[in-house]
T-cell receptor, first 113, second 118 residues
Framework: QKEVEQDPGPLSVPEGAIVSLNCTYS??????FMWYRQYSRKGPELLMY????GNKEDGRFTAQVDKSSKYISLFIRDSQPSDSATYLC?????????????FGTGTLLAVQP | DAGVIQSPRHEVTEMGQEVTLRCKPI?????LFWYRQTMMRGLELLIY????????DSGMPEDRFSAKMPNASFSTLKIQPSEPRDSAVYFC????????????????FGPGTRLTVL
C-alpha cells in the first residue's frame, strides 16, 4: 500500500462547477499538507499549504485536513478553464531539516468552457 | 529570479549510454531535490541535498544512478548505463531550509528533463 493515495481521474467538470479533489494517507506522522498544481509539460507549483488539521482558504481554493480520518481535500469554487491541470497532494512528517515530501500520483482535472 | 534551471529539456538516448542531467537551483536556496515522474508511479523523490551534502538517497533506484552537488549552484544526476525503464520526466527542485516549519520550506520545481531511452 502506498503512503499516499490519490484518485488519478481524469475529472471533467463544466465551467463554474465546484471541484473536490481528495487524498488519503496511512502515515499518522504526517503533519504538513500541500497541494501542488502541474500544468501540462511544466513542473509542479505550490498552490496551498496547511499544517495539522483544519481548513485554509485562498480565493477560490479551500484546503481541508482531517487527521483523524487521514484524509485531505482541495475544493475549487467557480472553476475556470485555466484551472485545468493535474493536482498533486503532498505531505511531510517534518517541515524542517529533513524536508521530505511524499506525493500522491495526481488527479487530472479538465474544466470545460 | 530565473527559477530553477534544468538542462537539457529533452534527451533521447540509446540503451547503455550514459545520461547526465543538470540543475541550477534558485540562488540562495540551500536544499536541492531530484525527482522522477512517471504515469505509473507518480512523482518520486530520488535524492536530496542540504547545504551540498546528500541527506537521503534512499530513493535512488540502483547503482546505475548517481548524483552530485559540487557547489551551491549546480547539481548533476547521472545514469550509467541507461535502460528503457529509466524513461521518465526528471525534475529538480530547490528550497530555502532554515530548520523551521514555515513556507520558507516551499519547494520550487524546474521545468523538468524528459528522458527517453530507446
Amino acid at each position: 500500500q502506498k503512503e499516499v493515495e490519490q484518485d488519478p481521474g481524469p475529472l471533467s467538470v463544466p465551467e463554474g462547477a465546484i471541484v473536490s479533489l481528495n487524498c488519503t494517507y496511512s502515515n499518522s506522522a504526517f503533519q504538513y499538507f500541500m497541494w501542488y498544481r502541474q500544468y501540462s509539460r511544466k513542473g509542479p507549483e505550490l498552490l496551498m499549504y496547511t499544517y495539522s488539521s483544519g481548513n485554509k482558504e485562498d480565493g477560490r481554493f479551500t484546503a481541508q485536513v482531517d487527521k483523524s480520518s487521514k484524509y485531505i481535500s482541495l475544493f475549487i469554487r467557480d472553476s475556470q478553464p485555466s484551472d485545468s491541470a493535474t493536482y498533486l497532494c503532498a505531505m511531510s512528517a517534518w517541515g524542517g531539516a529533513t524536508n521530505k515530501l511524499i506525493f500522491g500520483t495526481g488527479t487530472l482535472l479538465a474544466v470545460q468552457p | 529570479d530565473a527559477g530553477v534551471i534544468q538542462s537539457p529539456r529533452h534527451e533521447v538516448t540509446e540503451m547503455g549510454q550514459e545520461v547526465t542531467l543538470r540543475c541550477k537551483p534558485i540562488s540562495g536556496h540551500n536544499s536541492l531535490f531530484w525527482y522522477r515522474q512517471t504515469m505509473m508511479r507518480g512523482l518520486e523523490l530520488l535524492i536530496y541535498f542540504n547545504n551540498n551534502v546528500p541527506i537521503d538517497d534512499s530513493g535512488m533506484p540502483e547503482d546505475r544512478f548517481s548524483a552530485k552537488m559540487p557547489n551551491a549552484s549546480f547539481s548533476t544526476l547521472k545514469i550509467q548505463p541507461s535502460e528503457p525503464r529509466d524513461s521518465a520526466v526528471y525534475f529538480c527542485a530547490s528550497s530555502l531550509n532554515v530548520g523551521l516549519a514555515t513556507l520558507t520550506d516551499t519547494q520550487y520545481f524546474g521545468p523538468g528533463t524528459r528522458l527517453t531511452v530507446l
